[in-house]
């Protein structure tokens, strides 16, 4: 597991870091492939109800942006572990910025219609409003500054995986190999309603044990 | 209306097929006061999975991107010079040099016309490679990235060089080198320095132009 990412990493930062520009460049757009679709859907996940439609889309490029700045210039990590908390900690401060830019512009839009109405007000934010939802993403900053993330020790699985039952820890394997529910289902002869209860136990348990380790 | 454990179970095989399951799709599966449930299980599971198993045609799709290409494009132009970057990004935002600095100007209220034009003389600097991009304050860093209409990390001044993976650590100081050196001949030599930059000039104080352009992220 984490084979093909940890195999093109390892490429890209050797390459990197001798020079090899043409080899640096293949693997590093590898790597933004083939995590492009888990960035959207972390943003996703990190913005909530906080951000609409078009401002997830932008955090989405501001995030693609960062970790891709980031790998180019200042990554300088060996494993996929760091990689993911890297990008996680990227996906963070992108949804930061994309807030950030959206408040700014709704304290500073000044309607072009001067016959508006009051209503026309709502959604802007006054001053002590403005202050105020930027001292919450000051915070929000800080906290994501300290953030360790979830799959960023691959120590934390090891650990985790221990921690579950036998069934549980075969089914993560499996699951964590690629296996579609069919296999798995051949593999441990057991129905797919079992299979499904067993995916949705183990991540709860997984949530459950990250409250509880300590790298 | 899906329960919770098919609409993951389904999910978690499209992901691992290489299908590109669509999250919210995936979430309008079950019945509204599931979902944040749902939502937490699939965060845990995106943490956790591995890559997909994606064909040669997703994988092209993906490359097609739009998003992905201007940040692949990003991070390209984020290892030229500095002062390259500047210039493009203010040749695509259609700026004159005099108009980034007014601009500035107003922003850093800078009243003094003296002030503009210096602050003209150190962009030119800096687009002729001619200042250390490392010295711009974070907050120059933000007003540029506004003016210009970009995203502030594509203005991230370069990294110092790393160490190769693996290198070994720096050696302990260089002082130890010295030792190895006639002691009379290395303390006349510093002595000389000192005494010449006591007799220099005291360089003029900075003012906040200076700041802004060679005070360091903090100025």
């Given amino acids: ?215 | 209306m899906t329960s919770i454990e098919q609409a993951l179970g389904q999910f978690i095989d499209d992901w691992n097929a290489g299908r590109r399951p669509d999250l919210d799709a995936c979430l309008e599966r079950v019945p509204e006061a599931d979902r944040a449930q749902l939502a937490a299980l699939l965060s845990t599971w995106l943490d956790v999975a591995p890559v997909p198993a994606y064909s040669d045609e997703t994988l092209a799709e993906i490359a097609a991107e739009p998003k992905l290409q201007a940040a692949i494009a990003a991070g390209a132009a984020a290892i030229a010079p500095w002062g390259a970057r500047l210039r493009r990004a203010r040749a695509s935002a259609g700026l004159a040099i005099g108009e980034v600095a007014r601009q500035l100007a107003e922003t850093f209220q800078l009243a003094e016309p003296a002030q503009a034009q210096r602050t003209a003389e150190y962009l030119e600097r800096l687009e002729d490679e001619q200042l250390d991009a490392r010295r711009l304050s974070g907050r120059l860093l933000d007003a540029l990235a506004s003016i210009l209409g970009i995203d502030r990390d594509r203005l991230a001044p370069e990294a110092l060089p790393m160490p190769p993976l693996g290198a070994a650590p720096a050696a302990g100081g260089g002082k130890l080198f010295r030792a190895e050196q006639d002691r009379a001949e290395w303390i006349a030599d510093d002595i000389d320095a000192l005494s010449q930059a006591a007799m220099a000039p005291a360089p003029p104080p900075m003012d906040e132009v200076d700041r802004l352009f060679l005070g360091g992220p903090e100025g």
């Fill in chain 1, 1 to 215: 597991v984490g084979r093909i990412e940890n195999e093109v990493l390892r490429r890209f930062v050797a390459a990197r870091d001798a020079g090899d520009a043409a080899a640096a460049d293949r693997h590093y757009n590898q790597l933004m492939q083939l995590y492009f679709d888990r960035v959207g859907a972390w943003v996703r996940f990190e913005s909530g109800s906080r951000l609409d439609a078009q401002e997830r889309e932008d955090a989405v490029e501001r995030a693609l942006v960062r970790i891709s700045v980031n790998l180019r210039l200042s990554f300088n990590g060996s494993s996929v572990g760091e990689w993911v908390s890297a990008a996680r900690t990227a996906v963070k401060f992108a949804c930061i910025d994309t807030q950030r830019a959206s408040i700014r512009k709704r304290k500073h839009e000044v309607p072009l219609d001067e016959t508006r109405s009051d209503d026309d007000d709502r959604g802007r934010y006054d001053d002590a409003e403005h202050r105020e939802a930027m001292d919450r993403l000051a915070q929000a900053e800080a906290d994501a500054a300290r953030v360790e993330f979830f799959a960023a020790e691959a120590a934390f699985l090891d650990w985790a995986a221990g921690k579950l039952s036998p069934r549980r820890r075969e089914v993560l394997e499996l699951m964590r190999q690629g296996k579609a529910t069919r296999e798995i289902m051949e593999i441990l002869g057991i129905g797919e309603n079992n299979v499904h209860q067993t995916y949705r136990r183990i991540l709860e348990d997984l949530r459950t044990l990250h409250d509880d380790y300590t790298p």
